[in-house]
């Protein structure tokens, strides 16, 4: 695999400001990042959309990157013409390839610091255990959803999210952009660990795998029938039982969580709760299941064989 750098992707969606003020700072002042050494491409994700303060102008981005529609003939909207531009000039066979591709994002959601990883790719495994045991966050691996697909960073051979929040859409918090920059040099120092054959590896990853998700209750006309529950709001990573309060009505009425099939064999957790971009996919939260994972050898082979393509900065 050819030489490349690691690409920081901030403003994938053009509502979500955090990233992309902190792009704009660290390229302007470097020293402000700590890179452990690693050459990085900084990539503002949606330009146009980001310029409108929009998520997006024609599609989202970050469901863009499907191949078939990457591959059609057809020009598309502007962000399958962005996705084609990010992965000619950036991508692993690009004009300025990069090999890892870190995702920066915050959530309106209560979800805090997390990662995202999509299927299980042994690099990115090994990238998210390492993250883990440094900063004990907790990861959401999404899988198996036929209605979501097409993520950014699985067109490069090792990535994944860093989501951070809650904070409303179009706000600049200082704590969100200090908590990303936190968890973006943790993710460098793995990288760099990686590369220098010193990666570091707990012997178990915890992660929530993707189980489905629930959309609001809905009137006939597609209006919402109910809201979050009250006692369900601001409570992601915590395990919902059945019976326990889901949604309410503007009655007053509360609608519990009642599981079925595969759900109800075993306790759940929810993540995602009332996130504002998922209303209009029909989510009004996920649900996971926490599974203890042993770390296999494999996982940190994969990373430190990757790693060694990277450049180094300077």
């Known amino acids: 695999m050819a030489a490349g750098r690691v690409m920081v992707v901030g403003g994938t969606h053009g509502n979500?400001?955090?990233?992309?003020?902190?792009?704009?700072?660290?390229?302007?002042?470097?020293?402000?990042?700590?890179?452990?050494?690693?050459?990085?491409?900084?990539?503002?994700?949606?330009?146009?959309?980001?310029?409108?303060?929009?998520?997006?102008?024609?599609?989202?981005?970050?469901?863009?990157?499907?191949?078939?529609?990457?591959?059609?003939?057809?020009?598309?909207d502007r962000e399958l013409r962005r996705a084609r531009e990010l992965l000619h000039r950036h991508g692993p066979e690009g004009t300025a390839p990069c090999l890892v591709a870190l995702d920066l994002h915050s959530t309106?959601?209560?979800?805090?610091?997390?990662?995202v990883v999509y299927g299980r790719r042994p690099a990115d495994l090994a990238l998210a255990a390492g993250l883990q045991q440094r900063l004990g966050l907790p990861v959401y691996l999404h899988e198996h959803d036929?209605?979501?697909?097409?993520?950014?960073?699985?067109?490069?051979?090792?990535g994944l999210v860093l989501?951070?929040?809650?904070?409303?859409?179009?706000?600049?918090?200082?704590?969100?952009?200090r908590q990303t920059q936190l968890a973006l040099e943790a993710a460098l120092a793995v990288l760099a660990g990686a590369r220098a054959g010193e990666l570091?590896?707990?012997?178990?990853?915890?992660v929530h795998r993707h189980l489905g998700s629930l959309d609001l209750p809905r009137h006939g006309d597609g209006s919402p029938a109910a809201v979050v529950h009250p006692q369900r709001q601001h409570r992601d990573w915590h395990r919902i039982g059945a019976g326990e309060p889901l949604f309410l009505t503007a009655e007053g009425t509360t609608i519990g969580f009642h599981p079925e099939g595969d759900l109800?064999?075993?306790?759940?957790?929810?993540?995602?709760?009332?996130?504002?971009?998922?209303?209009?996919?029909?989510?009004?939260?996920?649900?996971?299941?926490?599974?203890?994972w042993p770390v296999q050898p494999a996982w940190g082979r994969a990373l430190r064989d990757l790693a060694r393509g990277l450049q180094s900065a300077g």
Not at 57 to 72: G, K, T, Y
Not at 163 to 177: F, H, L, S
């Open 16 to 76: 979500e400001r955090n990233a992309p003020w902190l792009l704009g700072a660290w390229q302007r002042h470097p020293t402000l990042l700590r890179s452990s050494g690693l050459a990085l491409e900084l990539v503002l994700g949606n330009p146009e959309a980001h310029a409108a303060g929009h998520r997006y102008l024609d599609r989202d981005l970050n469901r863009s990157f499907v191949p078939s529609l990457l591959a059609a003939a057809e020009p598309g």
């Open 108 to 115: 309106t959601a209560a979800m805090g610091n997390s990662l």
């Open 146 to 158: 036929a209605a979501q697909t097409g993520y950014l960073v699985e067109s490069w051979p090792c």
């Open 163 to 177: 989501e951070v929040g809650p904070v409303p859409q179009g706000v600049i918090n200082a704590t969100i952009c």
């Open 200 to 206: 570091q590896q707990p012997q178990e990853l915890v």
């Open 264 to 292: 109800a064999d075993q306790p759940v957790w929810a993540v995602f709760i009332n996130e504002a971009a998922y209303g209009e996919k029909g989510i009004a939260l996920s649900l996971t299941r926490r599974e203890v």
